[in-house]
Nanobody, 125 residues
Framework: VQLQASGGGLVQAGGSLRLSCAAS????????VGWFRQASGKEREFVAA????????YYADSVKGRFTISRDNGANTAYLQMNSLKPEDTAVYYC???????????????????WGQGTQVTVSS
Protein backbone atom coordinates (compact mmCIF):
# COMPACT_ATOMS: atom_id res chain seq x y z
CA VAL A 1 0.00 0.00 0.00
CA GLN A 2 1.25 3.50 -0.83
CA LEU A 3 0.66 6.30 1.64
CA GLN A 4 0.65 10.04 1.05
CA ALA A 5 0.78 12.36 4.06
CA SER A 6 -0.27 15.98 3.72
CA GLY A 7 -1.54 18.94 5.71
CA GLY A 8 1.60 20.09 7.45
CA GLY A 9 2.63 23.71 7.68
CA LEU A 10 3.65 26.57 9.92
CA VAL A 11 1.36 27.47 12.81
CA GLN A 12 1.64 29.52 15.96
CA ALA A 13 1.62 27.89 19.37
CA GLY A 14 -1.93 27.16 20.44
CA GLY A 15 -3.06 26.71 16.86
CA SER A 16 -4.38 23.67 15.03
CA LEU A 17 -3.58 21.59 11.99
CA ARG A 18 -5.16 18.52 10.45
CA LEU A 19 -2.93 16.01 8.76
CA SER A 20 -4.25 13.57 6.19
CA CYS A 21 -2.91 10.20 5.13
CA ALA A 22 -4.28 8.99 1.81
CA ALA A 23 -3.80 5.34 0.90
CA SER A 24 -3.73 3.72 -2.50
CA UNK A 25 -5.05 0.43 -1.23
CA UNK A 26 -8.71 -0.39 -1.80
CA UNK A 27 -8.74 -2.51 1.36
CA UNK A 28 -7.46 0.31 3.58
CA UNK A 29 -9.56 -1.11 6.38
CA UNK A 30 -7.21 -4.11 6.58
CA UNK A 31 -4.46 -1.95 8.06
CA UNK A 32 -3.91 -0.32 11.40
CA VAL A 33 -2.77 3.25 10.75
CA GLY A 34 -0.22 5.01 12.87
CA TRP A 35 1.26 8.47 13.00
CA PHE A 36 4.85 8.99 14.01
CA ARG A 37 7.04 12.07 14.13
CA GLN A 38 10.71 12.86 13.98
CA ALA A 39 12.15 16.11 15.22
CA SER A 40 15.50 17.32 13.94
CA GLY A 41 18.29 15.38 15.61
CA LYS A 42 15.93 13.03 17.41
CA GLU A 43 14.64 9.53 16.87
CA ARG A 44 11.28 8.85 15.28
CA GLU A 45 8.58 8.46 17.91
CA PHE A 46 5.04 7.17 18.13
CA VAL A 47 2.24 9.73 18.16
CA ALA A 48 -1.06 7.92 17.63
CA ALA A 49 -2.62 4.85 16.06
CA UNK A 50 -6.09 3.68 15.14
CA UNK A 51 -7.50 0.21 14.73
CA UNK A 52 -8.89 -1.26 11.52
CA UNK A 53 -12.44 -0.08 12.05
CA UNK A 54 -11.57 3.04 14.01
CA UNK A 55 -13.14 1.75 17.21
CA UNK A 56 -9.87 1.89 19.15
CA UNK A 57 -7.25 4.62 19.25
CA TYR A 58 -3.93 4.94 21.02
CA TYR A 59 -1.91 8.02 21.87
CA ALA A 60 1.47 8.99 23.18
CA ASP A 61 1.22 10.67 26.56
CA SER A 62 2.69 13.85 25.11
CA VAL A 63 -0.26 14.38 22.76
CA LYS A 64 -3.14 12.82 24.67
CA GLY A 65 -6.02 15.25 24.98
CA ARG A 66 -4.68 17.49 22.21
CA PHE A 67 -4.48 15.20 19.17
CA THR A 68 -7.24 13.04 17.71
CA ILE A 69 -6.73 10.27 15.19
CA SER A 70 -9.56 9.16 12.93
CA ARG A 71 -10.10 7.33 9.68
CA ASP A 72 -12.55 7.06 6.81
CA ASN A 73 -12.09 3.64 5.23
CA GLY A 74 -14.49 4.47 2.43
CA ALA A 75 -12.21 7.33 1.43
CA ASN A 76 -9.01 5.37 2.13
CA THR A 77 -7.85 8.21 4.37
CA ALA A 78 -6.74 8.65 7.96
CA TYR A 79 -6.46 11.94 9.80
CA LEU A 80 -4.60 13.45 12.70
CA GLN A 81 -6.30 16.50 14.18
CA MET A 82 -3.77 18.45 16.19
CA ASN A 83 -5.00 21.13 18.58
CA SER A 84 -3.24 23.28 21.15
CA LEU A 85 0.01 22.84 19.31
CA LYS A 86 3.27 23.49 21.12
CA PRO A 87 6.73 24.31 19.76
CA GLU A 88 7.85 20.86 20.89
CA ASP A 89 5.39 19.34 18.42
CA THR A 90 7.61 20.61 15.60
CA ALA A 91 8.70 17.61 13.54
CA VAL A 92 8.22 15.73 10.32
CA TYR A 93 5.07 13.66 10.70
CA TYR A 94 4.78 10.28 9.03
CA CYS A 95 1.81 8.02 8.59
CA UNK A 96 2.30 4.27 8.44
CA UNK A 97 0.24 1.13 7.91
CA UNK A 98 0.42 -2.10 9.85
CA UNK A 99 -1.32 -5.17 8.42
CA UNK A 100 -1.09 -7.20 11.63
CA UNK A 101 -2.45 -4.82 14.24
CA UNK A 102 -1.13 -6.51 17.35
CA UNK A 103 -2.13 -4.19 20.23
CA UNK A 104 1.09 -4.76 22.16
CA UNK A 105 3.14 -3.66 19.14
CA UNK A 106 1.02 -0.79 17.91
CA UNK A 107 3.44 1.84 19.28
CA UNK A 108 6.49 0.21 17.72
CA UNK A 109 8.03 1.52 14.50
CA UNK A 110 8.95 -2.03 13.55
CA UNK A 111 5.30 -3.09 13.46
CA UNK A 112 4.57 -0.91 10.43
CA UNK A 113 5.38 -2.19 6.97
CA UNK A 114 4.37 0.80 4.88
CA TRP A 115 5.31 4.46 5.34
CA GLY A 116 4.36 7.74 3.75
CA GLN A 117 6.87 10.39 2.80
CA GLY A 118 6.30 12.72 5.77
CA THR A 119 4.91 16.21 6.13
CA GLN A 120 6.61 19.03 8.04
CA VAL A 121 4.84 20.61 10.99
CA THR A 122 6.44 23.72 12.47
CA VAL A 123 5.01 25.40 15.55
CA SER A 124 6.35 28.85 16.36
CA SER A 125 6.37 30.25 19.87
Amino acid sequence: VQLQASGGGLVQAGGSLRLSCAASERVFGDYVVGWFRQASGKEREFVAAISYSGSNSYYADSVKGRFTISRDNGANTAYLQMNSLKPEDTAVYYCAADPDGRPLEIRLITAYDYWGQGTQVTVSS
